[in-house]
């Protein structure tokens, strides 16, 4: 696990040789972007609340297939990719609260049941 919170990072050193990392805490910083972690494909917990995120580029999340659990609440998000959750499988809990998403997003639309999401 990579704990970095509250270190008002603005952004992310390259995290690709952390290839096994199972759980990366970024809570509480200014990130308005996020890196490529499509090297990290065993995190199970991602937890990006209380940053300054407005934008997800479309496949950020495609090959984090392990992850179980994703918080991006209390930044800036207005509107999701279409399909940008559509490649976790293993995902079981996703906090998109406090952003300004509604919950009619499409990319919230037909994901599977086992997924609890807060809106």
Known sequence: NLVLTHNRLSELPNLD???KLKGLNLIGNQL?????????ENLKLLYLDTNQLSVLPPGIFDELTSLKSLNLSRNKLSVLPEGIF????????LDLSDNKINKNDPAL???PDRISVFV
């Open 17 to 19: 040789k952390l290839k």
């Open 32 to 40: 308005k972007e996020l890196p490529n972690l499509d090297k990290l």
């Open 86 to 93: 559509d490649q976790l499988t293993s995902l079981e809990w």
């Open 109 to 111: 639309q037909n994901l």
